[in-house]
């Protein structure tokens, strides 16, 4: 089934894009998650992936041309496709989620389009406000019904999969209508609010938005459940029956066990006849067998709870949700393995004190692998690479993604050229990024771009450990706590200290000896750090 994607709108304010640069042509198989487009915004070049699979048969938008958001990008669908119908009727949905599917109607019944939006009405949409966001939640109104709207006036922070960011109005009037509460959640392009002239019906526009443009008339399904509020928490506790039920027997007298009881009960010796069963309708089940205990004179022992079931149900985030996909899809397509290496670390620890007499000046052990690492791809562009379907794409300029630790998981701004900052700037940078992490106003250009990525979790006192690769990056550094152990220095035994780190690479990008290549020359970096200032 063909699908149309539009022109994506990737921040807050974009109106239009630039397709910067195409990675796939006509005729390539597209899988979800590939990257298609390079797309300029208002605010950045991002890259755009593809949320389908299939052939592109068409690009609608060649690069360097420029067109408004929701304007037709490409078709992706079966190779061979016919897919004039959908060029000539120039139909398309409001975004690239919203795919439209070409099928047979001789035998389906649809319904008309609602009526268009009178004027003077504006229905604002949930915006995608991040380059993976699907779903956004209203994290807080600053207005309310009723309120008078200017445009540039903020409406409500929206929390995204990477951030919670400020969402203002384009329009001006009356808000009419709210469509989400503070803490609901829905997919983008669903009807966040309606502004208009004061005192408007919107009984008609709210009608029409709740029924969609074509309607094809298929089996019912399941209802969709209500929108779940993040942060949810719901305690489920088992209570005890006043008396149990009796033990179940099917209709010929068949006590009616689980197969994994009766197996349980063979091996244990428990006489089934004798258990009180605790699952539907009285079934046995492991539970009972588990919990089974022979009375003295052979009566029936009943279970009796021996205490209270407690769970806890968190609704996940869109940062969680944004983590398991993303990392989950880097862990099953990128083939990793990994290089340990351990550094002496009584240089940088000298070098460090050293460093921090200066007036007003204090830097950390990160910012020195930091640094370092940024030297050291610079030397090694192979690592400072990602894979693509059609090339191996290797960056000449270093931008280090330093992974954050945040209440709904973590987050990866990125140090631009950091190579060519000083050790005080890249501190600045990290905590500044950290400190604003934590309270989710990192701007989505701020976690964009990164060649490399490192994750430092050497401050809780982990001494080893491996990373899953940030993608599109080729590898990624893990990097462990300073310890102090006994080593072997010109024959002596001393007490020294030193450092574990782990190169997680793509093997697709990364050989083996290219990889300790690299990790050589940044241990002559980190062990010897003078040769970073001079």
Request: proline share 5%; aromatic share 4%; net charge negative.
């Amino acid at each position: 089934m063909a699908k149309i994607i539009n022109m994506p709108r990737l921040s807050d304010t974009m109106e239009e894009g630039t397709v910067a640069k195409w990675f796939k042509k006509v005729g390539d198989k597209i899988n979800e998650g590939d990257i298609l487009a390079e797309i300029e915004t208002d605010k950045a070049t991002m890259e755009f992936e593809s949320f389908n699979e299939g052939e592109l048969l068409h690009i609608g938008i060649q690069e360097g041309g420029t067109a408004p958001v929701d304007t037709l990008l490409a078709i992706i669908g079966e190779k061979g496709e016919d897919i004039s119908g959908l060029l000539s009727s120039g139909e398309a949905p409001k975004s690239e989620d919203q795919v439209e599917e070409v099928t047979s109607t001789s035998q389906e019944e649809t319904v008309a389009a609602p009526a268009s939006i009178p004027e003077g009405i504006e229905v604002i949409n949930m915006p995608r406000l991040s380059d993976t966001m699907e779903e956004g939640t209203v994290a807080k109104w600053n207005k309310k019904v009723g309120d008078t709207v200017n445009e540039g006036d903020i409406l409500a922070e929206i929390e995204t999969d990477k951030a919670t960011m400020e969402f203002e109005s384009f329009h001006q009037g009356t808000l009419l209508h709210i469509g989400l509460n503070e803490g609901e959640s829905a997919p983008v392009d669903s009807v966040l609010a309606i502004i208009g002239e004061k005192g408007t019906d919107i009984s008609g526009v709210l009608a029409a938005q709740s029924q969609p443009a074509a309607v094809t008339e298929k089996p019912a399904t399941e209802p969709t459940p209500a929108p779940v509020k993040p942060e949810v928490v719901a305690e489920v506790k088992a209570t005890p029956q006043a008396a149990p039920p009796p033990i179940k027997t099917s209709s010929n007298g068949r006590i009616v066990a689980s197969p994994l009881a009766k197996k349980l009960a063979s091996e244990k010796g428990v006489d089934l006849s004798r258990v009180q069963g605790t699952g539907d309708h009285g079934r046995i089940i492991k539970r009972d067998i588990d919990n089974y205990q022979p009375q003295a004179g052979g009566g029936v022992q009943a279970f009796t709870p021996r205490g209270t079931e407690s769970i806890t149900e968190i609704a996940n985030s869109q940062m969680r949700k944004t983590i398991a996909k993303r990392l989950s899809a880097s862990k099953f397509t990128a083939p990793h393995y990994y290089l340990g290496v351990e550094f002496d670390m009584d240089n940088a620890i000298a070098f460090r004190t050293q460093y921090n007499t200066i007036p007003d000046t204090k830097i950390s052990f990160n910012d020195i692998v930091v640094k370092a690492v940024a030297l050291a791809l610079k030397q090694h562009p192979q690592v400072n690479a990602k894979w693509e379907d059609h090339q191996i794409t290797q960056h000449h300029h270093v931008h280090v993604g330093v992974a954050v630790a945040v209440e709904d998981g973590l987050v990866v701004p990125v140090v631009k050229f950091t190579d060519e900052q000083t050790l005080p700037q890249i501190g600045a940078t990290v905590k500044d990024y950290a400190v604003r992490a934590r309270d989710k106003k990192l701007t989505p250009d701020e976690m964009d771009g990164s060649t490399f990525t490192i994750s430092n979790l050497g401050m809780f006192g982990i001494q080893e450990f491996t990373s899953i690769i940030n993608q599109p990056n080729g590898a990624i550094l893990s990097v462990g706590a300073i310890v102090q152990k006994p080593l072997v220095k010109e024959g002596q035994i001393v007490v020294g200290n030193t450092m574990k780190l782990t190169l997680a690479c793509d093997h697709r990008v990364v050989d083996g000896a290219t990889g300790a290549l690299f990790l050589q020359t940044l241990r002559t970096f980190v062990e010897n750090p003078l040769t970073m200032v001079v």
